[in-house]
């Protein structure tokens, strides 16, 4: 699986779109791109994935470059429940349904 | 429409016990994952089941840990001799029987404490 990069932590007012970058440059072409959140103590919980077109549903978007290196998770209007740690993850759709990589993620802190 | 209901939410054990935690999927799916988040770490795979058969148990550790998911009944994860480097939350996933996707729902999870 491709290996991603994204920032330890990010502060955003509430109210306003928080950005929440990911890189994965190794990225291959059957790769899928899954974001997922976790709030403190609670289980993760699924967001948004995408292979090559931009997605978005009642949670966030997801916004994929066109050389799929690189992703950003949009959150349109943070709110103080929207406080979490991020993760971003790159798996083949096919293979081993269900056998995520969770790195370090990003901890996102909206404040009011 | 009862999401991945996991318990018991807490678990208290002495060293040398053995944990017991169950996970109902969410109706519908008969993909169940487990995972093991240890204090101030990241999740970690454990194991992945479908009814009466382990599919990839690569993230178990070699002794003392097995999982089922029988024909009835939520899945188990069995914990045997349980020492102080066990205690950590402990995730169950369920996903619906569609090929392609990882996407799923986790459990609230539950948190055991060897003592």
């Known amino acids: 699986d491709a290996k991603t990069t994204q920032p330890t932590s990010m502060d955003c007012a509430e109210g306003r779109a928080a950005n929440l970058p990911c890189n994965h440059s190794t990225i291959s072409g059957n790769e899928y791109v899954y974001w997922y959140r976790q709030i403190h103590s609670q289980g993760p919980q699924y967001i948004i994935h995408g292979l090559k077109n931009n997605e978005t549903n009642e949670m966030a978007s997801l916004i994929i470059t066109e050389d799929r290196k690189s992703s950003t998770l949009i959150l349109p209007h943070a709110t103080l429940r929207d406080t979490a740690v991020y993760y971003c993850i790159v798996r083949v759709g096919t293979d081993s349904w269900g056998k995520l990589q969770f790195g370090a993620g990003t901890q996102v802190v909206v404040t009011p | 429409n009862a999401g991945v209901m996991q318990n018991p939410r807490h678990l208290v054990r002495r060293r040398g016990q053995e944990a017991r935690l169950r996970c109902s999927p969410m109706?519908?799916?008969?993909?169940v994952y487990w995972y093991r988040q240890l204090p101030e770490e990241g999740l970690k795979f454990m194991v992945y089941l479908q009814k009466e058969n382990i599919i990839d148990e690569s993230g178990m550790p070699k002794e003392r840990f097995s999982a089922e998911f029988p024909k009835e009944g939520p899945s188990i994860l069995r914990i045997q001799q349980v020492v102080r480097g066990d205690s950590a939350a402990y995730f169950c996933?369920?996903?619906?029987?569609?090929?392609?996707?990882?996407?799923?729902?986790f459990g609230a999870g539950s948190r055991l404490t060897v003592l």
């Open positions: 109706k519908g799916h008969s993909h």
């Open positions: 996933a369920s996903s619906p029987p569609v090929s392609g996707a990882n996407v799923l729902t």
